[in-house]
């Protein structure tokens, strides 16, 4: 199951990501303005966002693998169909629909954990997520890059959306099945969103995805066309050289996560484990913010693969925080909520980089924003989130401790 959905996330990325691989190209073709190009790499977010509240509302009330397998094929065929586009409106059409299908993912994979795996499991099972988020990524530059050079970007974006379906047949086989953990999922036992809102934990949550997503989503959407046009690498080189952020990244999501969970067998608290990961890991990312200021390159990419490495560390945790808190109650709704408030970065930090480097000339500014944002992010986690442990709902009847406790 785990290793299905670790494929998943990473034809997830690769799908979202395959615009900024053939930004360049597509650039030239069309004629687009750097600010344009802005508001084209953030088209997806902008209906993935809006729609993860609805995503999770409907992971916590229909089935979880038919909801997976609808987005899959919603999302592989807009990948397909972006191949034969033509013009910038039809483009953004296409990013739009993709961000549809691939907004179930995430509240997906919450629904899954929570009922399935207990908390020092989810803390490996949301790792092995990461790392394929960003093995993907990593597998699209290299490949992508090599493929938009010698056959064109639309070759590249029909053969993703075709070859991606084929996960959907291996999911229909392997999904799980049979009964979940014993929990009362009645819909009148589930918290609603307001009440999921009220939790001490959720600005926390969300002002810490949303700034980590800002870096990550910085290095996917613009370190392609940074490398080529700042940096003055060939395509080729571009490819190689853009692979390895994400894979540093997915190597310290997969070592963090295992020394998190040697720290929780060993008797420490989920808190002081998830917290320090998250903290630790933001903070130590802002160093980007010397990439450009570095005139050596080797000096700059080293700088680049280290502030990636930092995020890997923060990445090994946060889902998990979240799923612990919310329970199988409210992971779909919770997880919902957060992955909005945490995709608005990717509304903002393409579009927010093209105005910057259209006003500027250069990337100065816009990697100031990410490590300003980054830190932010650290100071979230430090200062506002509460115990990691689960929270008892309003909605959900006593469990067999709190009516004993009750009885005279």
Same mark, same amino acid.
């Given at each position: 199951?785990?290793?299905?959905?670790?494929?998943?996330?990473?034809?997830?990325?690769?799908?979202?990501?395959?615009?900024?691989?053939?930004?360049?190209?597509?650039?030239?073709?069309?004629?687009?303005?750097?600010?344009?190009?802005?508001?084209?790499?953030?088209?997806?977010?902008?209906?993935?966002?809006?729609?993860?509240?609805?995503?999770?509302?409907?992971?916590?009330?229909?089935?979880?693998?038919?909801?997976?397998?609808?987005?899959?094929? #919603?999302?592989?065929?807009?990948?397909? *169909? =972006?191949?034969?586009?033509?013009?910038? @409106?039809?483009? !953004?059409?296409?990013? /739009? $629909?993709?961000?549809?299908?691939?907004?179930?993912?995430?509240?997906?994979?919450?629904?899954?954990?929570?009922?399935?795996?207990?908390?020092?499991?989810?803390?490996?099972?949301?790792?092995?997520?990461?790392?394929?988020?960003?093995?993907?990524?990593?597998?699209?530059?290299?490949?992508?890059?090599?493929?938009?050079?010698?056959?064109?970007?639309?070759?590249?974006?029909?053969?993703?959306?075709?070859?991606?379906?084929?996960?959907?047949?291996?999911?229909?086989?392997?999904?799980?099945?049979?009964?979940?953990?014993?929990?009362?999922?009645?819909?009148?036992?589930?918290?609603?969103?307001?009440?999921? #809102?009220?939790?001490?934990?959720?600005? *926390? =949550?969300?002002?810490?995805?949303?700034? @980590?997503?800002? !870096?990550?989503?910085? /290095? $996917?959407?613009?370190?392609?066309?940074?490398?080529?046009?700042?940096?003055?690498?060939?395509?080729?080189?571009?490819?190689?050289?853009?692979?390895?952020?994400?894979?540093?990244?997915?190597?310290?999501?997969?070592?963090?996560?295992?020394?998190?969970?040697?720290?929780?067998?060993?008797?420490?608290?989920?808190?002081?484990?998830?917290?320090?990961?998250?903290?630790?890991?933001?903070?130590?990312?802002?160093?980007?913010?010397?990439?450009?200021?570095?005139?050596?390159?080797?000096?700059?990419?080293?700088?680049?693969?280290?502030?990636?490495?930092?995020?890997?560390?923060?990445?090994?945790?946060?889902?998990?925080?979240?799923?612990?808190?919310?329970?199988?109650?409210?992971?779909?709704?919770?997880?919902?909520?957060?992955?909005?408030?945490?995709?608005?970065?990717?509304?903002?930090?393409?579009?927010?980089?093209?105005?910057?480097?259209?006003?500027?000339?250069?990337?100065?500014?816009?990697?100031?924003?990410?490590?300003?944002?980054?830190?932010?992010?650290?100071?979230?986690?430090?200062?506002?989130?509460?115990?990691?442990?689960?929270?008892?709902?309003?909605?959900?009847?006593?469990?067999?401790?709190?009516?004993?406790?009750?009885?005279?």
């Amino acid at each position: 199951m785990v290793c299905l959905l670790v494929i998943s996330v990473a034809i997830n990325y690769i799908d979202r990501s395959n615009l900024s691989i053939a930004a360049s190209s597509l650039k030239e073709e069309m004629a687009l303005s750097p600010a344009q190009l802005g508001l084209l790499l953030s088209s997806f977010f902008w209906s993935y966002a809006l729609c993860q509240i609805v995503s999770g509302w409907v992971v916590d009330r229909w089935n979880v693998n038919a909801v997976m397998i609808a987005g899959f094929v #919603l999302w592989s065929g807009a990948t397909a *169909a =972006t191949g034969w586009a033509v013009g910038f @409106g039809m483009l !953004f059409a296409f990013r /739009l $629909l993709l961000g549809i299908g691939e907004s179930v993912a995430y509240p997906c994979y919450s629904k899954i954990f929570v009922q399935r795996l207990d908390e020092r499991q989810r803390g490996v099972a949301n790792a092995l997520i990461d790392a394929g988020s960003k093995f993907g990524p990593a597998l699209g530059t290299l490949v992508g890059g090599l493929l938009v050079a010698r056959y064109g970007w639309r070759f590249l974006f029909v053969a993703l959306g075709f070859v991606g379906l084929l996960w959907v047949p291996a999911w229909l086989k392997w999904m799980p099945r049979g009964d979940t953990a014993d929990t009362d999922e009645r819909p009148e036992t589930r918290p609603g969103f307001r009440e999921i #809102l009220r939790h001490r934990s959720v600005p *926390a =949550t969300f002002i810490g995805h949303f700034c @980590g997503n800002y !870096f990550w989503y910085f /290095l $996917l959407t613009w370190l392609p066309y940074y490398l080529v046009h700042e940096r003055h690498f060939s395509l080729q080189t571009m490819a190689v050289i853009g692979a390895v952020p994400p894979l540093l990244s997915a190597g310290a999501t997969i070592v963090a996560s295992w020394l998190s969970y040697r720290a929780l067998k060993a008797g420490a608290t989920p808190t002081r484990v998830r917290k320090t990961c998250t903290v630790t890991g933001l903070t130590l990312a802002t160093v980007v913010v010397f990439v450009p200021m570095a005139s050596d390159t080797t000096t700059a990419m080293a700088v680049l693969m280290f502030a990636s490495i930092a995020y890997g560390v923060f990445a090994s945790s946060h889902w998990t925080i979240t799923q612990t808190i919310a329970g199988p109650l409210a992971a779909g709704r919770w997880s919902g909520l957060q992955n909005f408030v945490g995709n608005l970065s990717g509304i903002v930090a393409p579009a927010l980089t093209g105005f910057a480097v259209d006003r500027t000339g250069n990337f100065l500014w816009a990697f100031a924003a990410v490590g300003f944002v980054t830190l932010t992010g650290a100071a979230a986690y430090l200062f506002g989130l509460g115990p990691v442990e689960p929270a008892i709902w309003n909605s959900s009847p006593p469990g067999p401790k709190e009516s004993a406790r009750d009885e005279p």
